[in-house]
């Protein structure tokens, strides 16, 4: 490990290099459930007494005991992350308290509760993840490989003062391996079940004493594991991912020093296939409102809806299959280019400045938002139906200093960045059916009630406009100045204060069109199947005509699909082919700047070492802090109502912990407790825009609150053996939260449904793991086995009142009950320590769990679901050179 790493070796692994050279580093883990006997039968390693050493952690932005400082905080160390067969960030959702990451086609970071659910590019993560000091502001590019990273602080709690972006949620920062003098160099490969394979390598390339470079590559390919039978079987989620690191270090002198960095990533994978089930019949799209599909012959029993979802579930289909239709949007496109540079001076011994420089570019392929109907036909779809751009370039600048004999520690510095995207969405529907009467209670206001069998007139028209194309172009300005210090008031207490005061203009311009309502009618009345049509003004500007079916068999004849097959997609591009409507061509552009201060206040308490002397405690501090965090409010697009405000949030946290080692430090136990009270919270939600149109977009909910708790261990009760547990317990409600009732918006009235008390989506409640290893050594080298078990409470993956009631009844219709899952991984490292290979197998029960993706019960009524990976096992060499 190199001298730069922010964070040491995890415990284990420093007490062997008390004992064996320091190359012999090992990937270590256990197979399947025999760890445990295998422990307790094995002869120890050695009688050495273990000791955890100190990890350092740059939190705060200078290296310091990550026992010393009020933060709740989780390091894991580039070692540990391969004992734990950790290839991407998004595993640590495993171990780490309170860490929730769903990878998919808009990469999830939750922290206590407090996430992103959808990857817009006109809102912010709340979780900031960085690269060393540098802010990746889009998820899309956060999920990170672990290649060549030196080590990974999760930080809980929001940042709102030191930290480049304020965020309400928490930080992860990602420190990389930084090139030396030295040549050190590895390859890592790696080949599983799915046509997993892998490659990994890295190199320190000194140029001369003062100038160093490393390069590092990582090739991950898989074939996916469910099958999607409408895409002739091809497999999701597929990784395809290629990446290309160069890092350069100049020291001209021992007060100088400069890095840089360049990032080329490609990705080319499906995005995870889905099954479809349908939690509430009464949605407006099924027979809350009684509409007709195509396929549909009798109003008063409209199956066409189900029997679509039907065919792309999982009691249909079988296991891990799924079937999406041959929608050529299911794959996703990205590249990413990544610049950055930082230079330190140490201007004397008390007293340093960093500055910051980063751009990024990035630009993603056409890809399916999400599928309304859940099934193979195209009835609803919402698609980004063109590439996105996305450039930042950022800057900061840090002083940090100390002073009064190091009793004070300050830093301060400014934050500015540009960020501008363009994001460009369409929205497709199908015609629907609705039987006369029925059309005619909806006009009065009245809602609907069930058909008479085999109906009366059919109408076919269009809930909702038939298509709608919008183009953002979005452009973000940051600016802030931040500072904090701590103050030893005595040799036990330390008082840290800090304040950032943060300003964020947000422009947003859109532009959208519409289809052509008169040549849609033209096309529909010239088949000669169906009258001129009725404008009876129910559903909103542009999707207001119905037209009667002439046919001798009325419903019997499916008028909806016939209706529907006048306006197929024939350039096959998953949108149905409307004409557009030049005349439609709207545009809107919103401009304020939205601004916070953040103050915090933390005092910590180490006890005495006279008190601890007599006791089994090495040290322990005690802490309490008060925080507050801001994400910048935005403009969503609401229909036809165009661009609407959405305010800020603002969330305060309440936290005391603790941090002990204990029986003479082989035995670390950290906690904290903490009430966190959240303003105007950023959430997803379905609504209806003024024309009655059902959209989904976000708001606001007025408050929210979380109250919860978090352990973690780690303990050594020999060198041989290293036992590690985390546990968090959260409460996530909201308690003032109305939402418009889509019903009542349709016919006209406007009502709200109280959420009060729902809990939050995506973040399970309760989370625990807990991780085993043990040590076998001898003139064959080491031998290491590792067992990994995690479990995660019920999580709820709906949007809307109806889908948190279907939760309520069976979490298995809109959510996830709780699971386990259980990994294993086995290990040999050569004598010379500088080569090893492992077995490992992960979900060694083959559990099947769902990972998303969202349930929308009061709207379409669908709940597509995808499955978090099945039984995976494989083989991994590394050589270390």
């Given amino acids: 490990m190199s001298e730069n790493s922010d964070v040491v070796l995890p415990a284990v692994q420093r007490v062997m290099y008390k004992r064996w050279p320091p190359r ?155 090139p030396d003098d030295s040549d050190d160099a590895y390859i890592e490969v790696g080949v599983g079940n799915y046509s997993q394979r892998r490659l990994k390598a890295g190199a320190n390339v000194p140029i001369n004493d003062h100038f160093f470079s490393r390069v590092a590559i990582n090739i991950t390919k898989d074939d996916g594991y469910i099958e999607n039978i409408g895409q002739g079987g091809a497999g999701s989620p597929s990784n395809d991912r290629q990446s290309l690191l160069v890092q350069t270090r100049w020291e001209p002198s021992a007060e100088f020093s400069l890095d840089t960095q360049g990032f080329l990533g490609k990705v080319r994978e499906n995005i995870s296939g889905i099954n479809c089930t349908v939690p509430n019949k009464d949605a407006l799209y099924y027979q809350g409102l009684w509409l007709a599909h195509p396929g549909d012959t009798d109003p008063s029993n409209p199956r066409a809806f189900q029997e679509n979802c039907d065919a792309n579930s999982r009691a249909r289909l079988g296991d891990l299959k799924s079937n999406q239709g041959s929608n050529p949007r299911l794959g996703r496109d990205l590249d990413t280019l990544l610049l950055a540079a930082t230079a330190e001076w140490q201007m004397s011994e008390t007293l340093s400045v960093k500055a910051v420089i980063g751009l990024r570019g990035e630009k993603e392929g056409p890809i399916q938002a999400s599928d309304p109907d859940g099934g193979p036909a195209l009835w609803s779809s919402y698609i980004n139906t063109d590439d996105s751009d996305r450039r930042s370039y950022s800057l900061e600048f840090q002083v940090n200093g100390s002073a009064m004999e190091e009793r004070l520690r300050y830093t301060a510095g400014v934050f500015l960045m540009r960020e501008t995207n363009t994001e460009n969405f369409s929205v497709s529907n199908t015609f629907r059916g609705l039987d006369s009467p029925t059309l005619a209670e909806i006009a009065a206001g009245e809602e609907p009630s069930q058909p008479a069998p085999g109906g009366s007139i059919p109408l076919v028209g269009f809930i909702g406009a ?243 708790g978090e352990l973690e261990l780690l303990w050594l009760p020999s060198i041989a053996l290293q036992i590690n547990a985390s546990l968090s317990l959260n409460n996530y409600r909201y308690t003032e939260f109305n939402e418009l009732d889509l019903m009542a918006a349709v016919l006209g009235r406007q009502e709200t449904v109280d959420r009060t008390n729902e809990t939050f989506p995506v973040s399970p409640d309760k989370s625990a793991a807990l991780g085993l290893q043990y040590i076998w050594s001898g003139d064959y080298g080491l031998i290491s086995a590792r067992a990994d078990l995690s479990y995660k409470s019920k999580v709820f993956y709906g949007f809307d009142p109806g889908s948190y009631a279907a939760f309520q009844r069976d979490p298995a219709s809109a959510g996830q009950p709780a699971y386990q899952l259980l990994d294993g991984r086995v290990s040999w490292q050569h004598p010379e320590g500088d080569r090893t290979v492992s077995l490992w197998m992960k979900n060694v029960t083959d559990e099947r769990y769902r990972i998303g993706v969202v349930a929308v019960a009061d709207s379409s009524g669908v709940f597509n679901e995808t499955w978090g990976e099945p039984r995976m096992l494989g083989i991994d060499f590394h050589q270390q050179f």
């Fill in 24 to 178: 012999r580093r090992m990937s270590l883990g256990l197979g399947g459930g025999f760890c445990l006997l295998a422990m307790i039968a094995a002869e120890p390693a050695a009688a050495a007494s273990a000791q955890i050493e100190e990890v350092l952690v740059t939190a705060r932005k200078r290296s310091e005991s990550m026992q010393t400082i009020p933060i709740a905080v989780t390091a894991i160390s580039a070692d540990d992350l391969r004992d734990r067969g950790i290839a991407n960030t998004s595993e640590l959702t495993k171990s780490v308290p309170s860490l929730e990451i769903r990878k998919g086609q808009a990469n999830q970071i939750y922290i206590r509760g407090i996430g992103e659910r959808t990857g817009f590019t006109r809102v912010d993560p709340t979780v900031g993840v960085y690269i060393d000091d540098l802010f990746l502001p889009r998820s899309d590019g956060q999920l990170l490989d672990t290649v060549d990273i030196s080590s990974i602080q999760v930080l809980r709690g929001p940042q709102g003062t030191l930290f480049g972006k304020n965020t309400t949620g928490g930080a992860m920062v990602v420190s990389l391996l930084k």
């Fill in 466 to 708: 038939p298509l709608v194309s919008s183009d953002f172009e979005l452009a973000n300005t940051t600016g802030a100045m931040f500072a904090q210090a701590s103050f030893d008031i005595s040799d036990n207490i330390e008082l840290t204060l800090g304040y950032r005061v943060t300003a964020e203009t947000r422009r947003a311009e859109l532009g959208t069109i519409e289809a052509d309502m008169a040549a849609i009618g033209q096309r529909v009345t010239g088949s000669g199947l169906f009258t001129a049509p009725n404008n009876v003004g129910v559903f909103g500007p542009g999707a207001a005509d119905f037209y009667a079916y002439l046919g001798p068999l009325r419903w019997l004849d499916d008028p909806v699909g016939l209706a529907a097959s006048l306006f197929p997609d024939a350039n096959g591009d998953a949108l149905l082919d409307y004409p557009l409507d030049p005349a439609s061509q709207r545009s809107e552009m919103r401009e304020e700047t939205f601004s916070q201060s953040t103050p915090m206040m933390s005092l910590s308490y180490s006890l005495p070492e006279a008190w601890l002397n007599s006791t089994v405690l090495g040290n322990a501090m005690l802490y309490a802090t008060w925080s507050r965090g801001f994400k910048s409010g935005f403009f969503e697009p609401r229909g036809i109502d165009g661009l609407q405000r959405i305010e800020p949030e603002v969330v305060t946290n309440h936290e005391v912990g603790f941090k002990i080692d204990a029986f003479e430090r082989s035995l670390r136990l950290n906690g904290a407790v903490y009430a966190m009270d959240f303003e105007q919270q950023q959430l997803i939600a379905v609504g209806a825009d003024s024309g009655q149109n059902v959209v989904v977009v976000f708001g606001n909910a007025g408050q929210s609150e979380i109250h919860g």
